[in-house]
């Protein structure tokens, strides 16, 4: 059975376009935790020279994602319902760090918090996640509106 490889998913992560663009690296993901961390740069600025918010809200959703990935079952696929971020303080320079956590993993929703620190270890922003979790079943488990509908002898209306 294939389990959760770190290691594999941390080069997979990392290696996305996105996640390179915006400056992030994903440190760890297991157990339903992930850390993250972005390196501030000019380009990632707001016009008052601080860290744009929508930086901080890449942060909250990729953060609670790779820590609900490693959770997940392999075959199951994940998109963002909603997040949200509050923002406590502001940030110009340095590196934030992103420690994503699992609140709860249900059938098909899963909810997820963030929280974000500076380089002095103060809360900057939190945050939290929602994702809807389809679970992808073998095709003979499939229901018979995804396929061909088993008939008893009798042809199909």
């Not at 707001?46 to 909250?60: C, F, K, P, Q, R």
């Amino acid at each position: 059975m294939k389990v959760f490889d770190e290691a594999f998913y941390k080069g997979r992560v990392n290696a996305f376009p996105f996640i390179k663009l915006m400056g992030l690296r994903l440190l760890s993901s297991g157990g339903g935790k992930s850390v993250m961390v972005c390196r501030i740069r000019p380009i990632l600025k707001n016009s008052s020279g601080t860290l744009h918010g929508g930086v901080m809200g890449a942060l909250v959703d990729t953060s609670v994602a790779t820590a609900l990935r490693s959770v997940m079952p392999l075959s199951s696929k994940m998109t963002t319902v909603e997040y949200k971020v509050n923002f406590l303080k502001p940030v110009a320079e340095g590196t934030i760090t992103a420690y994503g956590n699992i609140l709860r993993l249900g059938r098909t929703i899963a909810v997820g918090a963030t929280e974000i620190r500076n380089e002095a270890g103060e809360v900057v922003a939190f945050g939290s996640a929602t994702y809807y979790i389809l679970n992808i079943r073998p095709s003979a488990e499939s229901p018979a509106i995804m396929g061909k509908k088993k008939t008893r002898g009798r042809k199909p209306k």
